[in-house]
């Protein structure tokens, strides 16, 4: 039987060492968005539901052709630390605390590339923020993320998480995100059209933090039950 009712509350960071710590510290219980990697998760004393997303990422450039050994804006996180060293030297990495001083840089010629997730690429492309720089390229990198918790954790809270993200599943997840583009797409006025992807990403961000906040809710749900078994 649990003890207490579990109360759900969001604290965010983009990045993912900050957010270790936290849950080394007790101020967090799990972190969402964890890539699904287990050799990082082991290092890290964690354990993750099944991936609910996965991220697709892309390059985003100057609109000049891009030389042979180009210079790569990176910022924390996982394309970094895991991704990006397979096929490029230490040397054409240059570090940046943020992507949007990644992006900075690109367009001012101090780099020539960073990458991005699609959602992100897509929406600082044509929001007019950086009409100098162009999307290049496919998906180079894709990795996918779920929810992970301690080890030292309540076990049952992973349990119950993982049980909901494989109820859901990540066609679903697809699918919910893939209508709320099409569906904006439908409400823009010629007028509009150029920010018609930034809207996309609003909703879709907006729907994915919606999914996040109901696997809480429904865990919160089942731990009250527990209460009052």
């Not at 991936?51 to 892309?58: E, G, H, R």
């Not at 709320?180 to 797409?185: C, P």
């Amino acid at each position: 039987m649990f003890r207490q009712f579990l109360e759900v509350g969001e604290i965010t960071t983009e990045d993912y060492a900050t957010a270790v710590t936290w849950i080394e510290e007790g101020k967090a219980d799990l972190i969402l968005n964890a890539p699904n990697d287990v050799g990082e998760l082991d290092l890290h004393g964690l354990e993750a539901t099944a991936p609910y997303l996965t991220i697709y990422c892309m390059a985003v450039t100057r609109n000049e052709a891009l030389r042979q050994n180009p210079t790569v804006a990176v910022y924390p996180g996982y394309v970094t630390r895991h991704l990006l060293p397979q096929q490029y030297d230490a040397s054409q990495l240059k570090a940046y605390e943020t992507r949007q001083a990644c992006l900075k840089a690109v367009r001012d010629g101090k780099a020539d590339i960073v990458f991005l997730p699609k959602a992100t690429a897509v929406y600082e492309v044509q929001n007019g923020d950086y009409p100098e720089l162009v999307l290049h390229g496919g998906i180079p990198y894709t990795y996918e993320v779920g929810a992970a918790v301690s080890h030292a954790g309540d076990a049952a809270l992973l349990r119950i998480l993982d049980k909901e993200v494989r109820h859901l599943g990540t066609s679903e997840v697809q699918a919910l995100l893939d209508e709320a583009g099409r569906a904006s797409a439908q409400h823009h006025t010629a007028k509009s059209l150029l920010y018609t992807y930034a809207d996309d990403i609003a909703l879709g961000l907006f729907l994915a933090s919606f999914v996040a906040s109901l696997i809480l809710w429904r865990v919160s749900r089942q731990r009250h039950r527990h209460v009052e078994e």
